[in-house]
Structure formats: structure tokens, C-alpha cells
């Protein structure tokens, strides 16, 4: 295990896409950082997302021309520097008479979009007709259509892929990351920030890191952190709970991502093809309990599928038609007279001097520009050390699976007898380290068996997430490394042999096995439907795969 009774230079709390960019950035300049994660890596708020690389068309209602252009360059960046994992794709925005946003300025809120982007390599926006818009969405509605805009942005499915790949570089260039660190309390030196101290939440052992730097990056959890043995800070965070719905394709269903105004109240609301099924979403509901508490409430659901029916009239999408939801709380600024809609997106470097010097507070960031935001965040790292700044390298840096040609991948996994579900699996998911992936079963012949029949996933990548991709536990490897928790069955089906290979190599015995499974089975309630109960979720899971 990583030493943590050295100096750092930085601790960094959280370890969603922002904690991690920012210790990515930070190493990268030769700081010695430390990051500490309550849970897990993209445990929180950056897997629950619409999963949407976007240049945020919508911010220009708030004319944050400035948030756009920085949106849109960090969003051409990614498709450069992770191409397995974020893809270019376009969106359509119906033109509807009963917009709240009439057709010009959508019009010319496409044209703000193409000259903030003008160093894209995607395509243009386009205008269509209504006969256009019928040829290419042939089951929307068509009363009041006037047609349509179609425009370019992106699309990363396996948020959670991200995020690991970013923990695996920061690692690379000497970031110590620790998951299952809850943050207690901050270590104080003559009034200043020295370090903080948290417990392993898996034996409940207390511990200490010191550095003079600490960035609390803990999303919609910012709040909660370092409460103990300080003065009390001011509420940072407003943070507000968007919901989505995954259901099977249906009819009528779109072939692009649907961006869309709200019949009922004006919000925009998306329909996005995702893993051979769609998301829907996204709510926007003021939230003040425990973010790790938040799902999707059966209002919630209501409403966005009278909005699909709506819009799609062959859907006839019914609360049944729901396989799972999933809801996150939005790590937004506090701002309690301002509508959900209207609370700003920028993020906030929040500086708790004089009271607390050394602490800073990151509040908001999205994932599309987790890159910017750490660049600003490790500049000003480098200032509060009174140490001069090397260049940031991140822009030009690609993730660690940007290696050697994915056809030559590819030829070379078929070569080895791999199926073609597993051979697309893999390179999807790890680009270039699926060579690694391989590796891990070299002299485990065991290994390179396919555990998972529908996807082909093997079983070297359970061992491969744990020894090289910081997964401690089986929730850790199903929802977060190998995503078997999103397909048919949410890998229930595999799960106890999943937890008997990692208990072999790993030496769990069964108590440890049972209680990695009992875990998991209480982690799937993130994906339950409201109106079923509580075992459901499981219980249709396993009636679908005895079908």
C-alpha cells in the first residue's frame, strides 16, 4: 500500500472527474499529491449523469459565452485525447409552435454555437424542414412541428471508464490515491491548514496526511467534509437532483440524440441512445439530504415519460416500461432564491481564508470541462505554495488507452481466438490496454474464459480492475470497471461466481464472498424503480435471464 506518512505538497478529496483531473494535473507538474475518496472512483455525482460530452448550448440563455467556448474547446480536446471513449454524435432540436423559445433564437443561438466552436473538426449545424425533420425522426409529433435544428456534440457512454483512466494516469505520474478514505476533520497548525485526518472505512482505522494545500473536491458532498475541528464555513453547495430513466428501444424511438423543450414547463429534456437502450432525462429538484440517498422519485418519472409520450406518440412508454433509474445531486453554488434552472453552471475555486488558509473549496465543474477546471485548480495550487508554476501538459496529454492503432488491436485480440463480442468489449472499454487486460490471464488460462455470455466480458478484467484499476470490492468492479451492473440482469447472474474468482486470487473466504454479494445486491437500490419494491429490481433481473 501506498506510504501516506510522507509530505505532500497537495491533498485532494474526492475522487469524482474533478478530484481526479486536478491530481492528474497536479502530479503531471511534479507536486506530490495524495487523494482521498470516501467510496469509490466516479462513485458519486459523475456517474449519474446523462453521460453527455456538450458544449452547453444552454448556457447561452445566460449569455456565459465564456463557459460555452471553454465547453466547447475542452470537448473537441477529449474527442483528441480519449477518441475510445468519447465519440462525436449528433443531436436534433424540434422546432415546436408551443416553444417557449421561439425558432430564431434557436437559430441564432446555432450560430453563436458554430463560431464559439470555430476550431471544431464536426460537422455544422443544419436547419431542416419539417418534411426533413419526418425523413430523419419519423415518429415525432407533428402538430405544430416547424422543423428542426441538428447540431454536433458528444458522447462519452462509460463516464465511469473516464474517470478510471484519469486515476490510472494520475497514478502513473506519482499521484498516491487511497479509495475508502473518508475525510474526518482537518490537521490545523498554528491556524493554518497542515493536512487532514480520515478513516479507513474498511477498518475503521483513523489516519493522518499532512500537506499545506487541501482541495475539498467532494462534488454535492462539499458540505459535509472537514465539519470537525474547524470554524464553521459558509454552505457552498445548492446542489440540485437530476434523474434519468433507462428503458428498452420502443417505437418510434429516435436514432439521434433528442434535445427538446418541455410541453409542460419549458425545461430542455433529452433522449439518448446509450448501450443499445435509451436514457431519459433529466429532472432538476432541489435536494438536501444525503446525496448518496437521492433516486428517482415516481413524480419524477411521471413526468418525463408524459414528456417522451408526448413527443413520441407511438411510445406509449408506461412506469413498466422502465427497466432502471438512476439520479444524481448536481454539485452546484448555493443560491436559494434562484430557480433550478437559473442557478449558474461555472464552477467556483472557493477560498476559505482567512478562517481555514490552505483550504479551497471547488464548487460546481461539469464533466466536460474537468480538464480547465483542474489547470486553474493546480495554477493556483502552485500560488499558495509561493512556487512557480511549470506549464500544464493535460491538453495535449492523452488518457493511458490512447495506444497504438485500435485495428491493429483489434487484429491481434482476434488472433488470439477471442470472440468478436469481446473483442469489441474490450477495445471499447480500454482502447489500447485491452492488450493489458489480456495479459492479466497469460498464465491464468482460467482467467480468459468468458464470465458474462451477452457482452463477452472476461474474467481478467475482474482481476485487472483490481490490481491495476484501484477496485477494492465486488460493487466496486461490477458498477464501476467492467459495467456489468447496466446490462440485462445488471450481471446478477455472474455475480456469485464474480465474487469466487476474485476470492480465489484474492484470498476473501466465504464470509468475505457473501458479504461482497449482500453489498452489491444493497448498491443496485441506486437503480430501483419507485413504486417496486425494494427486492424487485433483483428479482426481475433474475426472471429475465431464466427466460
Known amino acids: 500500500m501506498d506510504d501516506l506518512t510522507i509530505p505532500f505538497d497537495l491533498v485532494v478529496v474526492g475522487a469524482g472527474i474533478n478530484g481526479l483531473g486536478i491530481a492528474r494535473d497536479a502530479a503531471s507538474r511534479g507536486l506530490r499529491v495524495a487523494l482521498l475518496e470516501q467510496d469509490d472512483i466516479c462513485s458519486g455525482v459523475s456517474a449519474w449523469s446523462g453521460r453527455l460530452v456538450h458544449g452547453g448550448l444552454r448556457y447561452l440563455e445566460h449569455r456565459d459565452f465564456g463557459l460555452v467556448r471553454e465547453s466547447l474547446r475542452e470537448r473537441e480536446r477529449l474527442f483528441r485525447l480519449a477518441p475510445h471513449l468519447v465519440k462525436p454524435l449528433r443531436l436534433i432540436m424540434p422546432l415546436y409552435a408551443h416553444n417557449k423559445r421561439p425558432a430564431w433564437m434557436i437559430r441564432l443561438g446555432m450560430v453563436v454555437y458554430d463560431v464559439l466552436s470555430f476550431d471544431k473538426r464536426t460537422g455544422r449545424h443544419e436547419i431542416m424542414s419539417v418534411d426533413a425533420t419526418l425523413r430523419r425522426f419519423p415518429g415525432i409529433a407533428r402538430q405544430g412541428l416547424k422543423g428542426a435544428a441538428v447540431f454536433t456534440d458528444g458522447q462519452v457512454e462509460y463516464a465511469e471508464r473516464l474517470c478510471v483512466e484519469v486515476a490510472v494516469a494520475a497514478a502513473g505520474d506519482g499521484a498516491v490515491i487511497r479509495t475508502k478514505a473518508r475525510v474526518e476533520e482537518p490537521i490545523l497548525r498554528d491556524g493554518c491548514i497542515a493536512g487532514v485526518r480520515f478513516r479507513d472505512t474498511t ?51 429516435p436514432d439521434d440524440v433528442v434535445y427538446y423543450e418541455s410541453k409542460t414547463d419549458g425545461r430542455l429534456v433529452l433522449v439518448i441512445p446509450w448501450m443499445g437502450r435509451y436514457l431519459i432525462g433529466t429532472t432538476d429538484v432541489r435536494f438536501d439530504e444525503d446525496p448518496d440517498e437521492a433516486r428517482c422519485g415516481e413524480d419524477e418519472m411521471s ?105 491493429d488491436v483489434r487484429r491481434f485480440l482476434v488472433g488470439r481466438g477471442l470472440g468478436e463480442p469481446t473483442v469489441g468489449r474490450l477495445v471499447a472499454l480500454y482502447g489500447g490496454r485491452a492488450l493489458d487486460v489480456l495479459a492479466e490471464g497469460e498464465h491464468d488460462a482460467a482467467l480468459l474464459e468468458v464470465l458474462h455470455e451477452d457482452t463477452g466480458a472476461l474474467g481478467a478484467e475482474l482481476l485487472f480492475a483490481v490490481r491495476h484499476e484501484f477496485a477494492r470490492t465486488l460493487t466496486d468492479v461490477l458498477a464501476r470497471r467492467v459495467l456489468l451492473a447496466f446490462e440485462p440482469g445488471h450481471g446478477l447472474e455472474v455475480a456469485g461466481r464474480a465474487a469466487a474468482l476474485l476470492g480465489e486470487r484474492l484470498g476473501w473466504d466465504r464470509d468475505r464472498q457473501a458479504a461482497e454479494l449482500d453489498e452489491y445486491r444493497r448498491w443496485l437500490t441506486h437503480l430501483a424503480v419507485p413504486g417496486r419494491d425494494g427486492g424487485a429490481l433483483e428479482q426481475e433481473a433474475l426472471e429475465d435471464r431464466a427466460r
Open 303 to 407: 413526468y418525463l415519460l408524459d414528456e417522451v409520450n408526448q413527443l413520441i406518440p407511438q411510445a406509449r412508454l408506461t412506469p413498466a416500461d422502465v427497466l432502471f433509474t438512476y439520479s444524481g445531486v448536481r454539485p452546484l453554488p448555493y443560491a436559494p432564491d434562484v430557480d433550478e434552472w437559473e442557478i449558474p453552471r461555472s464552477h467556483v475555486l472557493h477560498d476559505h481564508a482567512p478562517d481555514l488558509p490552505g483550504l479551497v473549496t471547488v464548487v460546481g465543474g461539469k464533466l466536460t470541462t474537468y480538464r480547465q477546471l483542474a489547470e486553474e485548480a493546480v495554477d493556483e495550487t502552485f500560488d499558495r505554495l509561493g512556487r512557480k508554476s511549470p506549464r500544464c501538459v493535460t491538453a495535449n496529454l492523452p488518457l493511458p488507452g490512447v495506444v497504438g492503432d485500435l485495428d
Open 203 to 253: 477498518t475503521g482505522d483513523l489516519h493522518e496526511v499532512h500537506a499545506p494545500v487541501v482541495l475539498n473536491v467532494a462534488g454535492p458532498w462539499i458540505d459535509r467534509v472537514l465539519q470537525r475541528g474547524a470554524p464553521p464555513q459558509p454552505r457552498l453547495n445548492g446542489g440540485t437532483k437530476g434523474s434519468h430513466l433507462v428503458v428498452d428501444p420502443f417505437p418510434g424511438a
